[in-house]
């Protein structure tokens, strides 16, 4: 996903310390302007989920605390064991 995509970096390499690109916090600042229904949180939640599978060494942490990190609250929780289904 084109958005997340400059977080790479942030997610694997640093572990999720200190602090992400501004591209990759612009990118999460988009996905929340993207998640203004629930069919769209659910589809951002399976992309996020389905992207990150392909990347071993991604951090579970820095996931989780990635729109926090940003200062964005997106209204729904992101992490690798989501049940997407249940997003509101």
């Given at each position: 996903?084109e ?74 929780p ?11």
């Amino acid at each position: 996903m084109e958005n997340i995509g400059p977080c790479v970096n942030y997610l694997v390499i640093k572990n999720g310390t200190g602090t992400p690109s501004t591209d990759c916090c612009t990118g999460v600042k988009n996905l929340k302007g993207m998640a203004n229904t629930t069919e769209n949180r659910r589809a951002i939640c399976n992309c996020l989920e389905n992207e990150a599978a392909k990347i071993p060494q991604i951090d579970p942490q820095a996931v989780k605390m990635l729109p926090e990190k940003c200062r964005v609250t997106l209204g729904f929780p992101i992490s690798l064991n989501t049940t997407c289904s249940s997003i509101q």
